[in-house]
């Protein structure tokens, strides 16, 4: 080749290099930039750490409000990250279990059989979106996506985000730039979990019988299938876990159903639902579909428990090597600490009290009858002072410090009011 | 499959590939070959009706060649634009037969049929009529290799909206075919690229906006109507035209040069210049083979007012089978003919006046009165049916209220703030552009002849500014090009 002619064909290559670099750049920053931030702040940080995790969770919200992986931490010494997502199908939950799993292999894989009666794959978008879009596009994820859901458009949109987040210019901002150019985001401190702060006080529906299942096999209870055989054929425990929750007959059935068939094919099962662990005046966050920090440190307990006997598992908290935890458990405690203070209602403040870094005192007025609030103290096991020239209600917060975080008072009118920030 | 959809981005660069890697001599059997392949996604049983006209014309043309006698060119036209005919106007003739005879009283005997139209009939059968039309001029001789003439008929990016092409252009493409060198394949992306930026920037958003205003305009006061005629002028342009530069952009990266189809037709100074500058194939097609034969323009002048206004009632027809496009075309007709007629009077009051018809404000006016009439005769083309169009004009004559379009007013058409001011800027821009090709300057070469990281950045940056705001993706009906229902 002419010398001339080479030299004009290498500037052709290179420039259509360049061409491709700065597009590809492009997209890559206006990707980062314009997602949702939701699933990346929820699981981002799973797949940017190098951590070994003992557990994954997977499943529906039951999962992400109902258990907290760093309680696990705190209480059993075990590693935990909750990738549960809100309306996941089993088969989204599968899936993610095998897109998560190329990522951190755990020990043990616990799955929330709540929608085993569904008999669909798909799940809303914008759901799976948050679920779906911290994974690199790869070749799984794309049999995930075509497995999932049927419609081409929607597909495209999960594998190519910017498909529907392109439109998010308009909300563009110095914060959205900044997280294009860095592409990181700020790690979950509750590892994947879901606080749902707030009471509300239940009446227990009746639980059908354990042997009371479904008929028919759902499309569902193949995932679960599926889930439990991935497991055993990569060496991870598969536990199934059926969580509280407020549901109809037909729902519990079918969780009923998927339990029965998780043991007969050698999963570990946990029902909880039948455990009598929830107490229905002060565990509920909404109408018994989502647990509160108090339901919820009652199922994550009976989980580290249930782990430890069942799966094996040691604790890690005395091992140096974890040293990265306690420090993640520092982080998560200051997180709880500022939640706090961001609440305003007796029943929210008294449900995350649950906690164990929290401590509270109570007076109350001789008049004062607010049953939800005296359940909640009497499950904390806190013995309110009772005072008759004051308000009706004053509660104190403290940290295991013993440093005070809130100090408000209240006034039974139709509600409890505050009156005075103490 | 669309040229702004996943599919095309595809199958596109897939096809590009094919016919660089593989020798010369296979590109005409590779283009044909996606071509069907390319049509058969808007229905397999089509890619029949596409080989049926295939072949009618192929073996015409040769026994034109061999005995021209007039039955066989007549059975010709009977096929290609009868299938025109049937698909698209027999249920519109039935329907306004029907219509005619119930007023006269003796009701509508006669049964509907709801033919399924077939994507990009009027153009695929215009370009084969039109080659049939050259060989029985002896404007050329046949093609006879049939692989070629099919491709000529198919070709993907021209099929569904055009250009309309002609034989003497094309076929010599096809004949000797050549590699589209590297300016060709970058001055082809950068077309392409282009008409992305008109459909997806511009028409795409516009369609916003006029879709909210005339879907529901009864609520809306005059001004607002013709506020979203105004934009409307921008949504057609931007979606034809995009689609045009898109087919002639995606053929010369694949060594094939289209004719051109747009030429800034809104910087034109009289409705006849519009004419030479919009669809621009198709109104050369309806001057050779409709005009010309009619007399043209060397006839009396009553019979060129007539053969004006039987060719935009044509177009007008062609342009879809609803009285409205009819009206639209007479619109134009009746424009030119009343231009003609009074150009002997509005020359002498411009030479009474001493205008001067070199200044930048003179041409400025006319283009604008231009542009205002095309405008007008688009409420027409754009309303759902003759009525609508009616009652449209009703509310700007009657309730104009032109002090309603103020300040906020303008976010209330289906655009927000950001969106109104993404259209506008992006019209800014196209207006830019389309006035220095106005002025004899090309884009495409200037950039060509740029230092080459200068180059690669702009198109870089201009990419991703389609990318970004450009309407696109789940949930928007980008798919449907105005012209592909013609």
Redesign the interface.
């Known amino acids: 080749m002419h010398p001339a002619s080479f030299i004009s064909s290498f ?2 290559v290179i ?1 259509v290099l ?2 491709l670099a ?2 590809i750049s ?2 890559v920053f ?1 990707s980062r930039a314009l997602a949702i931030t939701d699933g990346p702040e929820k699981n981002g940080a799973f797949l940017q750490d190098d951590r070994q995790y003992d557990v994954l969770l997977f499943g529906s919200s039951h999962m992400v409000n109902g258990i907290y992986p760093m309680e696990l931490w705190k209480n059993y010494g075990i590693t935990a990250y909750d990738l549960g997502g809100h309306g996941a199908s089993l088969a989204a939950s599968y899936w993610e279990m095998r897109l998560a799993v190329e990522k951190h292999k755990p020990k043990v894989a616990v799955l929330d059989v709540l929608f085993a009666g569904s008999d669909y794959t798909e799940m809303e978008l914008g759901l799976a979106h948050e679920l779906f879009d911290p994974y690199p596009l790869s070749r799984l994820k794309i049999q995930a996506v075509r497995d999932i859901f049927a419609n081409k ?2 597909r ?2 999960l594998l190519f985000p ?3 987040y ?2 998010r ?2 909300e563009l901002d110095t914060e959205m730039v900044e997280r294009g150019l860095a592409g990181c985001m700020q790690a979950s401190p509750e590892k994947g979990s879901e606080l749902r702060v707030g009471t509300v006080a239940l009446e227990r529906i009746p639980l059908l019988p354990e042997t009371d299942r479904l008929e028919a096999r759902t499309i569902a209870m193949d995932y679960i299938e599926k889930f439990i055989i991935f497991c055993q054929e990569n060496d991870i425990i598969p536990v199934l876990v059926y969580i509280p929750g407020q549901i109809s007959e037909e729902w519990q059935r079918a969780c009923n159903t998927a339990m029965a068939l998780g043991e007969a094919l050698g999963a570990k099962t946990l029902n909880q639902q039948y455990m009598d662990l929830i107490d229905f005046n002060t565990d509920w966050y909404d109408e018994g579909r989502h647990l509160n920090p108090s339901g919820a440190l009652k199922a994550t307990d009976s989980l580290g428990a249930f782990l430890q006997d069942q799966c094996g598992l040691g604790s890690h908290l005395q091992d140096s090597a974890y040293s990265a935890w306690q420090e993640d458990y520092r982080m998560y405690v200051a997180y709880l600490t500022e939640t706090m203070q961001a609440q305003t209602d007796p029943d929210q403040f008294l449900s995350l009290a649950a906690l164990e870094c929290f401590t509270v005192e109570a007076t109350i007025s001789p008049d004062f009858s607010d049953q939800t609030v005296l359940h909640q103290l009497q499950s904390l096991g806190v013995t309110p002072a009772i005072r008759k020239d004051g308000p009706d209600l004053e509660l104190i917060i403290r940290d295991t410090q013993g440093n005070e975080l809130v100090h408000k008072c209240f006034e039974t009118e139709t509600t409890l009011t505050e009156t005075v920030d103490a | 499959m669309v040229f702004n959809s ?1 599919g095309f981005l595809l199958f596109f660069p897939s096809v590009l590939l094919l016919t660089r890697v593989c020798p010369l001599k296979w590109r005409n059997g590779l283009l044909l070959l996606a071509s069907y392949l390319f049509y058969a996604s808007w229905g397999k049983r089509w890619c029949v009706l596409l080989l049926g006209i295939t072949i009618l014309v192929y073996v015409l043309g040769l026994l034109l060649e061999r005995k021209r006698r007039k039955y066989l060119f007549l059975l010709g036209l009977l096929g290609t634009l009868g299938a025109l005919l049937a698909f698209k106007y027999l249920d519109f003739g039935l329907y306004s037969l029907n219509a005619l005879l119930t007023k006269l009283g003796l009701g509508a005997p006669l049964p509907r049929v709801s033919l399924l139209q077939p994507a990009g009939i009027s153009f695929f059968t215009f370009q084969a009529a039109g080659y049939l039309i050259d060989v029985y001029k002896g404007k050329y001789k046949p093609e006879k290799n049939f692989l070629r003439l099919a491709l000529f008929v198919s070709f993907f990016p021209q099929i569904l909206s055009g250009p309309i092409g002609r034989g003497d252009q094309l076929l010599p493409q096809y004949e000797k075919p050549q590699k589209a060198d ?1 300016s060709q394949l970058r001055r082809g992306f950068l077309i392409l690229t282009w008409g992305f930026f008109l459909k997806l920037c511009i028409a795409d958003r516009a369609a916003i906006l006029v879709n909210t205003v005339y879907g529901s305009y009864e609520s809306y006061s005059g001004i607002f109507l013709v506020f979203a005629t105004l934009v409307y002028a921008l949504q057609i342009y931007g979606d034809f035209a995009g689609y045009s530069y898109m087919a002639i952009g995606a053929a010369e990266m694949l060594g094939i040069h289209l004719p051109k189809n747009f030429d800034t037709p809104y910087f034109a100074q009289s409705i006849q210049e519009f004419w030479r500058r919009w669809h621009i194939s198709l109104s050369t097609w309806f001057r050779d083979y409709v005009y010309f034969p009619l007399g043209g323009s060397r006839c009396a002048v009553w019979k060129k007012y007539r053969n004006v206004l039987i060719v935009f009632l044509v177009s007008g027809l062609w342009h879809g089978a609803m009285w409205n496009f009819v009206v639209w075309g007479a619109i134009h007709g009746l424009y030119q003919i009343f231009g003609g007629i009074t150009k002997p009077l509005r020359e002498k009051m411009l030479n009474a006046l001493r205008v001067d018809r070199e200044t930048a404000s003179y041409r400025l006016f006319r283009m604008a009165i231009t542009f205002l009439l095309v405008d007008f005769a688009w409420l027409f083309f754009r309303a759902d049916g003759l009525e609508a169009a009616i009652a449209m004009l009703r509310v700007i004559f009657t309730n104009l209220t032109p002090t309603a379009l103020v300040g906020e007013a303008f976010y209330t058409m289906g655009l ?1 703030r ?2 109104f001011w993404a259209l506008l800027l992006c019209t800014g821009g196209m207006t830019l552009i389309d006035a220095l090709r106005c002025r004899g300057h090309g884009i495409t070469e200037w950039f060509g002849r740029q230092n ?2 200068f ?3 702009a ?3 201009f ?2 500014i389609i ?4 309407i ?4 928007f009906d980008a798919s449907s090009f105005i012209y592909f229902k013609f």
Do not use: C, P
């Open positions: 500037k052709r420039s360049v061409l700065l597009v492009g997209v206006l458009g929607d495209m949109e910017l498909d529907v392109h439109n210019w308009k | 996943y590297f927000d950001q969106e080459w990281l180059r690669e950045l198109l870089a940056a990419m991703l990318i970004t705001f450009g696109w993706g789940n949930g």
